[in-house]
C-alpha cells in the first residue's frame, strides 16, 4: 500500500489508498504511524467516501471529513476498537 501511495502521491484520488495504508498499519499494530502519514498527506478537498449507508445499502447522509469517514470505516470493519483506539 506505500508503494501504491507513492505511485499516486501527486495523482488525482489518494484517500483511497491512504485509507488502505491506514487499515494494513492497523493490523500491523502500527496504527499510529499510518495515521500520521495518512495526516500528512490526504486530500482535504476530495470529497471521496463521505457518504454513510445502512446494512441495507441506503444512503443515510455523510461524513464532516474524511477523517471522520475513514475513522468511522476502521471500527465498522474492525481495525479498530468501538471507542476507535487500536486493538
Do not use: C, H
Not at 505511485?7 to 494494513?24: D, I
Not at 498499519?25 to 486530500?43: R, T
Amino acid at each position: 500500500m506505500f508503494k501504491a501511495f507513492q505511485e499516486r502521491r501527486n495523482q488525482g484520488e489518494r484517500n483511497g489508498v491512504l485509507a488502505g495504508y491506514v487499515a494494513q498499519k492497523a493490523l500491523l499494530g502500527e496504527f499510529q504511524q499510518g495515521w500520521d502519514l495518512m495526516l500528512a498527506n490526504y486530500d482535504r478537498t476530495s470529497d471521496w467516501g463521505l457518504t454513510r449507508y445502512n446494512s441495507e445499502g441506503r444512503e443515510t447522509g455523510r461524513y464532516p471529513n474524511f477523517l471522520a469517514a475513514l475513522k468511522a470505516l476502521l471500527i465498522q470493519r474492525g481495525y479498530l476498537k468501538a471507542q476507535g483506539q487500536p486493538r
